[in-house]
Nanobody
Framework: QVQLVESGGGLVQTGGSLTLSCVAS????????MGWYRQAPGKQRELVAT???????NYSDSVKGRFTVSRDNFRSAMFLQMNSLHPEDTAVYYC???????????????WGQGTQVTVSS
């Protein structure tokens, strides 16, 4: 089964940028959906961005225009370029991978361990 490892989190000032990486064991070419989610203290985990195996991205309204999700099948990795960061972006960011069968049943739903992003005001 796929294992995911995130990196790239850290502390940045308001308006700054960070790039998160998610490396998957076993390759990502066959993964239907990969995505980034985040969870701030005291809040539920929320969607940040997803990308399909045909490189079709989708963003939450709160990050649209500031964040860019991409995937590189050759490097078995997904990235999240985050620009114009706000303190409200502070959270643990998680990488997710989902694969479905030909009959649209969930085959697996895998999460990474998370990486902390802190934006100071």
């Amino acid at each position: 089964q796929v294992q995911l490892v995130e990196s790239g989190g850290g502390l940045v000032q308001t308006g700054g940028s960070l790039t998160l990486s998610c490396v998957a064991s076993g390759g990502i070419a066959n993964i239907d959906f990969m995505g980034w989610y985040r969870q701030a203290p005291g809040k539920q985990r929320e969607l940040v961005a997803t990308i399909t195996n045909q490189n079709i991205p989708n963003y939450s309204d709160s990050v649209k225009g500031r964040f860019t999700v991409s995937r590189d099948n050759f490097r078995s990795a997904m990235f999240l370029q985050m620009n114009s960061l706000h303190p409200e972006d502070t959270a643990v960011y998680y990488c997710n991978a989902r694969k479905f069968t030909a009959t649209i049943e969930l085959l697996y739903d895998v999460w990474g361990q998370g990486t902390q992003v802190t934006v100071s005001s």
